[in-house]
């Protein structure tokens, strides 16, 4: 079973999404093998790079009041602490351009299976629990070399414009798929699923769609 899952690293339901879909995985057991393919979407394309208060930003754009954005806050820390992953709000005060992150990310996937998955994770946690920006070429220069990444590689994908043109054709390719909001997961080509689930949604899901392709 092939799963793009379209999202982007500033976006904390990607992280409840991605934790949701693995317990579910986990769930069903290995009768049912899952390749995951991680999809560019920017949820703030135009951002500059010094990025912006996360709350003027979410006034701005969603008409959000701090109370709102608040409550919307906690519910998103326990979701992922209920999910094993921890979400410090108190560190996490400015949303950034996560464009060269997703360069990285789309080279990072040639590097052999698991790469990618695994420098994604790292991005979460460097942006939502340590609260830096996962723009920075320092960043992702730490966070992809604590992974066994090659530095003269990442560095030189960091300072050229290697796979610019990639990113923006993936990006343009799920925008004209109907994609616009974030997380979205393409199972088989076929199957949409949309948002951060519960881990038995997610389940229920995928043995339906797998029991369909033994139908088939």
């Known amino acids: 079973m092939r799963i793009d899952f379209v999202s982007d690293v500033s976006c904390p339901w990607c992280v409840i999404g991605l934790r ?13 093998p899952v390749e995951i393919h991680f999809q560019p979407f920017e949820l703030n394309p135009q951002m500059v790079p010094e990025g912006e208060d996360i709350g003027e930003h979410l006034a701005r754009k969603y008409g959000a009041t701090e109370a709102q954005s608040a409550a919307t ?5 326990q979701r992922g ?9 108190d560190k996490r005060s400015r949303i950034y ?3 060269d992150a997703h360069r990285l990310l789309h080279w990072a996937e040639e590097q052999g299976p698991g790469r990618q998955r695994a420098l ?7 942006y939502f629990t340590d609260g830096e920006n996962p723009g920075s070429h320092e960043l992702l220069l730490r966070v992809a070399t604590g ?8 560095q030189g994908v960091l300072d050229s ?4 043109a990639e990113v923006r054709a993936l990006e343009a390719q799920w925008q004209r798929a109907g994609i616009h909001s974030v997380p979205s997961l393409i199972i088989n080509n076929r199957h949409l699923i949309t948002g951060g689930q519960p881990p038995e949604v997610f389940e229920q899901a995928l043995r339906q769609i797998a ?6």
């Open 120 to 126: 994604k994770e790292a991005l979460f946690a460097a």
């Open 73 to 77: 806050r906690e519910a998103i820390r």
């Open 20 to 32: 949701s879909l693995q317990q579910a995985i986990d769930a069903i057991g290995p009768d049912l």
């Open 147 to 154: 992974l066994g990444f090659d530095a003269a590689a990442v």
């Open 81 to 89: 602490e209920a999910l094993g992953f921890t979400f410090r709000m």
């Open 97 to 99: 351009n996560t464009f």
């Open 211 to 216: 029991a369909e392709g033994e139908a088939a």
């Open 161 to 164: 414009n290697a796979f610019a």
